[in-house]
């Protein structure tokens, strides 16, 4: 979506691409495998509705992100996010995700590795209030997807995540279609390209993330995956598009690594 962005394509018309071909996807594959009957499953059913919007809404705010502060910051705030989810399944389901002092320590330094990545101007520009509340919606709202994400995992039958993910990308497809016919953007073959790449990535990595978190736990899972991709994007926007970094920015990626670290210690010494 950000190379979409870069080269100038229209990003609604792109988004919406995406996640049509998401739903379609996850469609083929829920009538594929599973009874019709079965389908209707009305908490699987319910659950994607709330992650569908949530997915619309924060793809849009996470592409204005992109332009205020890169991809590489941006990344950063999103895969933090993995605090809440982690929270919430060690108060629900505290004999299943356990918390070592190390694992504690990580969540502790979360806040501060995403302090230390965020900018505090945009080139000779400070950061508006306006931009604030974007980047707070792009963490918080995340946090809320990755929770959903975690509670379907947790609650839902492992045939019946299917439908759940067919009803996200339903759900997203549907409103972004109807941004793009309030907006009418340009719609040509690159949108289209680029729309159908990232939604057939868009689906695959839905359904890993809620296999994952069936097999992993969600400690795991949320604070050691996103802390390496919060280093790789943060590389990424540097080599690609030539993102500045300041010393503080680095000692946020120096803190995402020692996270990872930290969340990994309790498995690797078993």
């Given amino acids: 979506?950000?190379?979409?962005?870069?080269?100038?394509?229209?990003?609604?018309?792109?988004?919406?691409?995406?996640?049509v071909v998401a739903a379609l996807v996850s469609i083929t594959l829920v009538f594929s495998t599973l009874a019709p009957s079965s389908v209707w499953h009305p908490l699987a059913l319910?659950?994607?509705v709330v992650n569908g919007l949530l997915y619309a809404a924060h793809l849009l705010a996470t592409l204005a992100a992109f332009?205020?502060?890169?991809?590489?910051?941006t990344m950063a705030l999103t895969h933090s996010a993995c605090v809440f989810p982690v929270i919430?399944?060690?108060l629900v389901w505290p004999e299943e995700e356990s918390m070592s002092m190390c694992r504690w320590i990580a969540i502790g330094l979360v806040p501060l590795a995403v302090y230390c990545l965020r900018p505090l101007e945009l080139g000779?520009?400070?950061?508006?209030w306006k931009i604030e509340l974007l980047l707070l919606f792009v963490f918080f709202g995340v946090g809320v997807i990755f929770t959903v994400h975690k509670i379907a995992a947790a609650v839902v039958a492992p045939e019946m995540t299917r439908v759940y993910q067919m009803s996200v990308f339903s759900v997203a497809a549907i409103l972004m279609c109807t941004v793009v016919?309030?907006?009418?953007?340009?719609l040509k073959g690159r949108e289209i390209r680029f729309g159908v790449c990232a939604g057939l990535l868009n689906a695959l990595m839905c359904r890993a993330t809620v296999i994952s978190l069936s097999l992993l736990g969600a400690v795991f899972f949320y604070l050691c995956g996103p802390a390496i991709l919060i280093v790789g994007n943060v590389i990424f926007g540097k080599m690609l598009w030539h993102e500045t970094m300041s010393i503080r920015q680095y000692v946020g990626v120096t803190l995402a690594i020692v996270i990872v670290l930290l969340t990994g210690s309790d498995r690797l010494f078993r």
Avoid at 181 to 186: D, E, G, N, T, Y
């Fill in 124 to 128: 000779s520009e400070k950061l508006t």
């Fill in 181 to 186: 016919a309030i907006l009418r953007p340009c």
């Fill in 67 to 73: 332009r205020f502060i890169g991809i590489g910051i």
């Fill in 46 to 48: 319910s659950l994607g």
């Fill in 88 to 90: 919430v399944a060690h």
């Fill in 1 to 19: 979506m950000r190379f979409s962005q870069i080269r100038g394509a229209a990003v609604p018309a792109v988004a919406a691409v995406n996640f």
